[in-house]
């Protein structure tokens, strides 16, 4: 069973278009993650729910909105795509601060 | 700023060789100390982790993280590398219980 799954695995579009990025846990955990991880490997936090709360939120453009239905799944909504705006995109979830974090597999996102 | 700092980019080593990769935070108080792996194309697993305890902490794989806290360092190690532990390593720090934040990352290339 995989424990963090992340829908799609590749994301190829055009800039100005929206897109959303699909995660789930099933982990029973209460906190989830998005983390952004540019070319240069570097991994950078973008949000996290706690019992579908936003905790923290990074300097991140507010074309990113996370939603999150309930509490296994935490998706991205990114709008009006920026080439900037390719990466590789990691989902976790943690049962609460500071355990473990399990990383969902990523999702590779291109924007031509 | 308050930092993780992972000092060495790029590590190339012959295999049975020894490894020891640089992890200096600069966070004060409390601070929980992880270390992962992201093997070529896969997501980030745990190797080990330390809250509390024996500073010496035994991971995955054979890997081990020693945790001085005057040198504010966790530094990774393991006495004989093997070609399949080629990956890219990150640091990771969680301090006062707040949002983890991770490292630049290592490269670690071990030649057959």
């Known amino acids: 069973d995989t424990a963090v799954s992340q829908t799609p695995k590749y994301l190829v579009t055009q800039m100005g278009n929206d897109k959303s990025i699909k995660c789930e846990q099933n982990l029973g955990h209460d906190t989830m993650y998005w983390y952004k991880q540019d070319s240069k490997k570097f991994l950078k936090i973008m949000f996290s729910y706690n019992n579908k709360e936003l905790i923290i939120n990074e300097t991140v453009p507010n074309r990113f909105s996370p939603k999150s239905p309930d509490k296994a799944h935490l998706n991205l909504h990114i709008n009006s795509l920026e080439l900037g705006d390719s990466a590789v995109y990691f989902c976790a979830s943690s049962h609460g601060q500071p355990e473990t974090q399990y990383f969902g597999p990523g999702t590779r996102l291109l924007v031509l | 700023a308050q930092s993780v700092s992972q000092h060495n980019h790029h590590v190339i080593l012959s295999e049975a060789a020894s490894l020891e990769l640089g992890c200096n935070y600069s966070?004060?108080?409390?601070?929980?100390l992880f270390w992962y792996v992201q093997y070529p194309g896969q997501h980030l697993q745990l190797l080990l982790k330390y809250f509390s305890g024996d500073p010496l902490v035994k991971g995955i794989k054979g890997f081990e993280a020693e945790f001085i806290k005057s040198k504010f360092s966790f530094n990774l190690r393991k006495p004989s590398v093997q070609w399949s532990d080629t990956a890219e390593y990150f640091c990771?720090?969680?301090?006062?219980?707040?949002?983890?934040?991770f490292g630049a990352g290592t490269r670690l290339t071990v030649k057959p």
């Open positions: 966070y004060g108080g409390t601070v929980n």
């Open positions: 990771a720090v969680n301090p006062n219980n707040n949002d983890m934040r």
